[in-house]
């Protein structure tokens, strides 16, 4: 007599987060039926993460919330760049106080940059985590085959060859029920699943001491640069608040910029500052900022520490770790939840390849040979920005080792002809170009590679990048992500890479790859694999490369091929055309797929 369970679903899904719900609605979207369980009552009321990436809203957008997030998002006009200032003080704009020190760009600003507009049809967007997770709830419980129970806890999971036994707790019933599960996504930001399967972590688990408050409070009086999204203030008449400034990100609603209702404010604690827990945070505010009479309304404050902590596996049996459970990143440069939405991507479309039989328990496996390694550097990337912030306090000549004149002083170079002006704020563009590593990461959160079993190498070598951070350079070698370009189908335009959209690999061939495309339809219908296959090309074609930027970055000649994976990233690349493309195509699906051949 088999088991009886209380709920017996394909995957369950520990945490009700960003990575959470992003396997909910994808898993959904692939035809895979999950149940979510989170032991909060409510998604998160920190807005602690806010810079979703174009890799992320291509992710989005192929789950079709994209357009909600784009919605919701900070205009782009609103969302140009990062700026440095002085503290207000008491005077408002006089010629002392709340004055623009200087302004960088950051994360395409806005969509304006060309390099951002080239890789992408997708702008990278600014959504507060408060104001992105009820939207991907909302989507998640429309979605066909998704159960969505928040206020339920997993309290213990067992594993055996078939799959995995959880128990879970209705926190407000107190009663527990079993769920038995082909898989366990762990989303739980390592609180419970980590441990349960014996996962080790490792990193720094306490860097620096950080405090964010969200708060409603008017701060028009002091701006009056509405392209501005994140502000840096260093307040010279209190020194002891100039080792990290305080930092605003303006949150909307329904103003932005400088008129915006709600904003979000990061402080920074050195290791031997006083504990902001002992600490009159709005006093610290009022000092920081400059503003004698400053009296917001708080909504919500948090303390938490920076860390740096990586787990040394995101597989352990039946159960995958993914975001914060798997890796938690410094938030300098917002690659944290990008990671995370990231980690869904890449994972869901195997679960849902294995459970459908088309791929073999192998290609599981390249979740974390893949995922681990983009984790690490992005870590390694996040740290390196972090300790850039430790220079802006010199960078600007200001110190709480100086005093009020002095800090003053420092400051007046940036506005002022005065000797030693010309130095500082050159000293000041140089630090600028330091922290690009943290703003325009643009090779870090979109440009990443994978080398697995899941990647059919060609045999070339790999491209030594110009700049590994800052410079994305598309290409179509295998384990890089499709280049993006716009092509046109029966009079209208559309993105090459929504080909893969919901699950399916795509073959793009030359103009002249008629054999690769007869070749893969074959194949795709004898082992039921969703895909899509053109012929794309200027003067023919079956998708016309209307502004050559395929022809550009394509790398194949008219009789090549590229296979592109649902997750988007090229699997298999043949640059000319070959005797026998079926076999060869056949031995790629086999490989990427880990499944025999026939």
């Known amino acids: 007599m088999s ?25 959904s979207n692939l035809g895979v039926p999950s149940l979510l369980v989170s032991r909060l009552p409510e998604t998160s009321r920190m807005p602690k993460a806010h810079i979703l990436n174009q890799r992320s809203m291509e992710v989005f957008t192929d789950s079709g919330v994209g357009s909600v997030i784009l919605a919701r998002g900070t205009p782009p006009e609103n969302c140009m760049g990062f700026a440095w200032y002085s503290g207000f003080g008491s005077g408002g704009r006089d010629t002392s106080h709340g004055r623009r020190l200087a302004f960088a760009e950051c994360w395409g600003a806005g969509y304006t940059d060309p390099d951002y507009i080239a890789a992408s049809p997708c702008a990278a967007i600014n959504l507060p985590q408060i104001r992105l997770e009820p939207i991907l709830k909302a989507r998640a419980e429309q979605s066909p085959g998704a159960l969505i129970r928040f206020n339920h806890e997993l309290i213990d999971l067992k594993q055996d060859a078939d799959g995995v036994t959880a128990t879970v707790l209705n926190r407000e019933s107190n009663e ?4 038995r599960s082909s898989y366990l996504i762990g989303a739980d930001g390592g609180r419970t699943v980590g ?12 860097i620096r001491k950080m405090v964010m408050v969200h708060m409603s409070a008017d701060l028009s009086q002091y701006f009056d640069d509405p392209d501005v999204e994140f502000r840096f203030v260093f307040n010279p008449e209190h020194p002891e608040h100039l080792h990290f400034g305080i930092t605003l990100l303006a949150m909307g609603p329904n103003q932005w910029g400088y008129k915006s209702e709600e904003w979000s404010v990061n402080m920074s604690f050195a290791p031997n500052d006083p504990e902001p827990a002992d600490m009159d945070i709005v006093k610290w505010m009022r000092e920081a900022l400059g503003i004698a009479d400053f009296n917001p309304t708080i909504h919500y404050k948090a303390e938490w520490w920076m860390e740096s902590i990586l787990a040394e596996e995101f597989r352990a049996g039946r159960v995958f770790l993914v975001g914060d459970a798997a890796h938690r990143v410094p938030p300098t440069g917002g690659l944290g939840l990008n990671t995370a939405i990231q980690d869904a991507h890449n994972l869901c479309w195997k679960i849902a390849a294995v459970l459908a039989r088309r791929a073999g328990d192998g290609l599981l496996d390249t979740y974390h040979t893949e995922r681990r390694a983009v984790a690490a550097n992005n870590i390694d990337t996040a740290v390196r920005a972090a300790k850039n912030l430790e220079k802006m306090g010199p960078a600007l000549g200001v110190s709480r080792d100086k005093s009020v004149e002095e800090n003053r002083a420092a400051l007046r170079l940036f506005w002022e002809d005065r000797p030693g002006s010309t130095e500082r704020r050159q000293a000041f563009s140089t630090y600028i170009g330091q922290r690009t590593i943290e703003y325009r990461q643009h090779n870090t959160d979109f440009g990443y590679t994978y080398d697995s079993a899941a990647i059919v190498s060609d045999g070339t070598p790999a491209p030594v990048p110009l700049d590994s951070v800052r410079l994305y350079e598309p290409n179509t070698r295998p384990g890089h992500p499709l280049p993006h370009a716009w092509v046109l189908r029966a009079g209208e335009r559309m993105a090459l890479g929504s080909l893969v959209h919901n699950g399916h690999f795509a073959l793009i061939a030359g103009e002249n ?49 590229v ?17 026998d493309p079926y076999a060869m195509l056949a031995a790629a699906f086999s490989q990427i797929l880990s499944t025999p051949m026939d």
């Open 3 to 27: 088991e009886k369970f209380d709920v017996e679903i394909p995957v369950l899904i520990v945490g009700g987060g960003g990575a959470g719900l992003t396997c909910s609605i994808l898993l």
């Open 176 to 179: 527990t029920y079993r769920v």
């Open 195 to 206: 441990d349960l399967v014996g996962v080790k972590i490792g990193g720094a688990a306490k």
């Open 513 to 561: 790859g008629q054999a690769w495309v007869k070749a893969v339809e074959t194949l795709s219908a004898e082992r039921g694999i969703p895909l899509r296959a053109v012929r794309v090309g200027v003067d023919e074609g079956d998708l016309a490369d209307i502004r050559l930027a395929w022809l550009k970055n394509r790398k194949i000649t008219s009789k090549g091929a």
């Open 563 to 579: 296979l592109v994976r649902p997750d988007g990233y090229i699997a298999f690349r043949s640059i000319h055309a070959v005797d």
